[in-house]
């Protein structure tokens, strides 16, 4: 048996959780620089949408992920040593002032980690293909203006310190958790073929907009 806790607050204050007290953390932020979340930011640090009005796309990027960065802090307090962080982020493109440029959020989201004296582990590419007809990115058939489609996103995986050493009775729990071969083959390929979630478990396009559903298979 098992006892599962639901307490619904703003991530960046997990005080409710003791200190290394958590062995795993599953979690996917909202995605700075997609426009869908610019609401959310702003409302935790208004000159992000300041930033955004004046057509400073990378001070925008940059404090919203200040805004992550409070979260992953409280990760860190409430993460055993030898814990592990993973974290599904998608990168953003956008065009601000007539520039089209991608905003690489996995990236800030590993730097952070690294300065925290994290180890950085091998990542999965979640590849969720796109069945729109108009695939294209940019002005699609001419060269300089045409980009790649972007259709995947990350699952980063991140490890507190050292590899975890087992003794006494953890040996033995960790035999019964042994994957078998077949889980071991398909589970850990850095490749993850699987179809996205509907965005339409709503019926007004205002709560649609802020749903954020991805696959019961990704965590």
């Not at 729990?173 to 996205?196: M, T, V, Y």
């Not at 965005?199 to 019961?216: E, G, L, V, Y």
């Given at each position: 048996?098992t006892t599962?806790?639901?307490?619904?607050?703003n991530?960046?204050?997990?005080?409710?959780?003791?200190d290394?007290?958590?062995?795993?953390?599953?979690?996917?932020?909202?995605?700075?620089?997609?426009?869908?979340?610019?609401?959310?930011?702003?409302?935790?640090?208004?000159?992000?949408?300041?930033?955004?009005?004046?057509?400073?796309?990378?001070?925008?990027?940059?404090?919203m992920?200040?805004v992550?960065?409070?979260?992953?802090?409280?990760?860190?307090?409430?993460?055993?040593?030898?814990?592990?962080?993973?974290?599904?982020?998608?990168?953003?493109?956008?065009?601000?002032?007539?520039?089209?440029?991608?905003?690489?959020?996995?990236?800030?989201?590993?730097?952070?980690?690294?300065?925290?004296?994290?180890?950085?582990?091998?990542?999965?590419?979640?590849?969720?293909?796109?069945?729109?007809?108009?695939?294209?990115?940019?002005?699609?058939?001419?060269?300089?203006?045409?980009?790649?489609?972007?259709?995947?996103?990350?699952?980063?995986?991140?490890?507190?310190?050292?590899?975890?050493?087992?003794?006494?009775?953890?040996?033995?729990?960790?035999?019964?958790?042994a994957?078998?071969?077949?889980?071991?083959?398909?589970?850990?390929?850095?490749?993850?073929?699987?179809?996205?979630?509907?965005?339409?478990?709503?019926?007004?396009?205002?709560?649609?907009?802020?749903?954020?559903s991805?696959?019961?298979?990704?965590?």
């Amino acid at each position: 048996m098992t006892t599962h806790k639901f307490i619904s607050q703003n991530s960046n204050d997990l005080s409710s959780i003791e200190d290394k007290s958590v062995n795993l953390i599953i979690t996917s932020p909202p995605y700075p620089m997609i426009e869908m979340w610019d609401e959310v930011f702003s409302e935790q640090d208004p000159s992000i949408k300041e930033a955004l009005n004046i057509g400073d796309g990378n001070a925008a990027f940059s404090k919203m992920h200040d805004v992550l960065n409070s979260v992953w802090d409280e990760c860190d307090r409430v993460l055993k040593d030898n814990g592990f962080v993973c974290i599904n982020v998608g990168d953003a493109t956008r065009t601000i002032n007539d520039d089209f440029q991608l905003y690489s959020n996995h990236t800030r989201i590993i730097d952070f980690f690294i300065s925290k004296g994290y180890s950085v582990l091998p990542d999965v590419h979640w590849r969720k293909q796109s069945n729109s007809p108009n695939k294209f990115m940019g002005s699609g058939m001419y060269p300089a203006g045409a980009y790649v489609t972007y259709e995947h996103e990350y699952i980063l995986v991140f490890r507190k310190g050292g590899k975890r050493v087992f003794k006494g009775s953890e040996k033995t729990l960790r035999q019964k958790s042994a994957f078998f071969w077949e889980e071991r083959n398909i589970w850990f390929s850095d490749l993850w073929e699987i179809k996205g979630v509907s965005q339409s478990i709503t019926k007004t396009k205002a709560t649609r907009d802020r749903n954020a559903s991805f696959p019961f298979e990704i965590p």
